[in-house]
């Protein structure tokens, strides 16, 4: 849940894109919802939103209908 995130440097990129290897290495899923705008954007500008699984809400990424 990344709706408190505000700001996302090069580490937190990296660390992210650590996380979503190691998930990816167990077939796993990873799913990063309540982003902000600066963030989404952040994520289209440098393409890793063709990378990740973004989601809107809780309930988008867990398919709960509300």
Do not use: H, K, W, Y
């Not at 309540?34 to 954007?41: E, S």
């Not at 989601?55 to 990424?61: G, K, P």
């Amino acid at each position: 849940d990344l709706e408190a995130v505000d700001f996302l440097d090069s580490t937190g990129i990296g660390v992210l894109i650590g996380v979503l290897r190691r998930v990816n290495s167990v077939d796993g899923e990873l799913r990063m919802v309540c982003t902000t705008q600066r963030i989404l954007d952040l994520f289209t500008l440098t393409g890793l939103d063709r990378v990740f699984d973004l989601r809107a809400s809780v309930d988008e990424a867990t398919g709960d209908p509300e």
